[in-house]
């Protein structure tokens, strides 16, 4: 049991160094500091190179997509209120200009959504007074496959959409046309 002590001491000792000069125990101090001085500035760079890398994704890549689709968002639910307004027009001028209107905006999803799956510039303009409201960049959802399967989709249906907005101004046109030739006037 005294043998066990005096080695464990001895171990201690050692992994302590009390048993050396003082020269070399700065010397280790030295060493052990410059080492964990070390350790800490590549953990530092590396979080540093991390946040960049995220950081990048999400000012070249999530910023402008969630601009895209509150932009596609903002189209669909003016369409939805052009449709309205073709649904409640007393005259076929008003239809025609909705009908307009609506496939503009049609047009300008469209035009955000092959933005989206080929990457390239957007330019959001005012289709009444002709003023860009904003223009940005946008990286292409190529690797996504959600998300090229996503845009296909939407693609799909704002197509879908215009074809119906469209048949919905005609037959408002034709029945607005049909009352006029029917009783010479509108009321």
Known sequence: MGNINLMLKKIINFVTFVDLP????????????FIWF????VMSIATLVDIHSKTTRIVSYDIPHDRI???????????MLDSTAIQNASDTQTVSKK???AR???EDIRAFLSALMLGGQISDIN???GKAIESFSVAAIKGDAEGEKYAASMMAFVDL????NQELADLKIDILNKKISDDGQLS
């Open 22 to 33: 003082i020269k070399k125990k700065f010397l280790l101090f030295s060493l052990g500091v």
């Open 38 to 41: 070390s350790v800490m500035y």
């Open 69 to 79: 689709a509150t932009k596609i968002t903002r189209k669909l639910q003016n369409i």
């Open 99 to 101: 009908s307009d209107a």
């Open 104 to 106: 503009g905006r049609t």
């Open 127 to 129: 289709r009444d007074t």
């Open 161 to 164: 959409l215009g074809k119906k």
